[in-house]
């Protein structure tokens, strides 16, 4: 795959988690008042609640810091991305994990916070774009490991 068409994947993937995760915090804003919740069956909740850390709240005093790690972790997955484009699936992780980063960061830069949305039983609320992270990271772990296991 040349780097073009790699750049334009990962774009798309960036795009569509966005769009995705804030419409889904959209909707749920507008249908569920704050800390309110509705059942979805099988203990899972839909839920309205802000984080104003990372994961499960960490950080949730450090504004400054929160961004600035957060834009460091991007700098690097960028430059890594740029460098390795040529590698199979690198795309999906790359485009998965940006586009969960910038749908939190547009929520704190309009809110202050990001709006949560998801609540499974034993488990702290979450939404979209914290799913597009996580899945972002075991694939980037797979595409990784897949190309040590190759060489």
């Known amino acids: 795959m040349s780097a073009r ?4 994947r990962a774009l798309g993937v960036l795009v569509l988690v966005t769009a995705l995760d804030q419409a889904a915090k959209a909707i ?16 899972i909740d839909l ?15 450090g504004g400054g ?4 790690v ?19 699936l690198i795309w999906l992780p790359t485009g998965l994990l940006l586009g969960g980063a910038v749908g939190n960061l547009i929520d704190r830069a309009r809110l202050g916070s990001v709006v949560d949305f ?11 774009a914290d799913a ?3 899945v972002g990271m075991v ?8 190309g040590a296991q190759r060489a």
């Open 5 to 8: 068409a790699a750049w334009g």
């Open 28 to 43: 749920v804003v507008a249908s569920i008042g704050r800390m309110e919740r509705a059942s979805l069956g099988l203990g």
């Open 47 to 61: 839920v309205n609640v802000r984080n104003r850390g990372v994961a499960f709240g960490f950080l949730s005093s």
């Open 65 to 68: 810091i929160v961004f600035a």
């Open 70 to 88: 957060t834009a460091a972790a991007l700098a690097l997955l960028v430059g890594y991305f740029a460098l390795h484009t040529a590698k199979p």
């Open 118 to 128: 998801v609540d499974f039983p034993l488990w702290p609320a979450f939404n979209l």
């Open 132 to 134: 597009a992270i996580t």
């Open 139 to 146: 694939t980037l772990l797979y595409v990784l490991e897949r």
